[in-house]
T-cell receptor
Framework: GQSLEQPSEVTAVEGAIVQINCTYQ??????LSWYQQHDGGAPTFLSY????GLEETGRFSSFLSRSDSYGYLLLQELQMKDSASYFC??????????FGAGTRLAVHP | IAGITQAPTSQILAAGRRMTLRCTQD?????MYWYRQDLGLGLRLIHY???????GKGEVPDGYSVSRANTDDFPLTLASAVPSQTSVYFC???????????FGPGTRLTVL
């Protein structure tokens, strides 16, 4: 079957660094995406890893290891506005995304 | 219009009624998608369309149908709503060659 696992909740303080892990299981894999969703809002795209390694976009970085079926999202210099849910998702083919259940990040002062 | 719009914003529906959720995008994206989001389950793909005139089934297609008569519109129909279809529904679109999907604001549907 196809599945992704990520922690349900993570808590951190402002200015800190937090890592959200994602492991996946699938027979066909094209890449791993990350989306952010604030309460009551729509998911918004953060990053994509099609190849192994680290992708950096400002304060956010994402990593993929295909051999370990594992990826993570790294958020640096946390701000209160980063409090949201974060979803990893893999592409099983032609942009059809399979999402994880999401990680709720709470940033405290 | 900028991006993706969905209508209605929210709806309360009696079980057994027919309902169509509307989705329109102005980005000329080839691909469009419908997801449902339930607490603790993330987003699950219902149906998708790679280009106008074609549709396909996602993870949870039962009880839903879609059509793609043109590039911009991708309506989702519940032929006979059941309480288990209570959810938040998101429409999304993407360029065929891109990995980023753009999501609409969602429709909150309650079936009683």
């Amino acid at each position: 079957g196809q599945s992704l696992e990520q922690p349900s909740e993570v808590t951190a303080v402002e200015g800190a660094i937090v890592q959200i892990n994602c492991t996946y299981q699938t027979s066909g894999f094209y890449g791993l995406s990350w989306y952010q969703q604030h309460d009551g809002g729509a998911p918004t795209f953060l990053s994509y890893n099609g190849l192994d390694g680290l992708e950096e976009t400002g304060r956010f970085s994402s990593f993929l290891s295909r051999s370990d079926s594992y990826g993570y999202l790294l958020l640096q210099e946390l701000q209160m506005k980063d409090s949201a849910s974060y979803f990893c998702a893999f592409s099983g083919g032609y942009n059809k995304l399979i999402f994880g259940a999401g990680t709720r990040l709470a940033v405290h002062p | 219009i900028a991006g993706i719009t969905q209508a209605p914003t929210s709806q309360i529906l009696a079980a057994g009624r027919r309902m169509t959720l509307r989705c329109t995008q102005d980005m000329r994206h080839n691909a469009m998608y419908w997801y449902r989001q339930d607490l603790g389950l993330g987003l699950r793909l219902i149906h998708y369309s790679n280009t106008a005139g074609t549709t396909g089934k996602g993870e949870v297609p039962d009880g839903y149908s879609v059509s793609r008569a043109n590039t911009d519109d991708f309506p989702l129909t519940l032929a006979s709503a059941v309480p288990s279809q209570t959810s938040v529904y998101f429409c999304a679109s993407s360029d065929s060659e891109a990995v980023e999907q753009f999501f609409g604001p969602g429709t909150r549907l309650t079936v009683l």
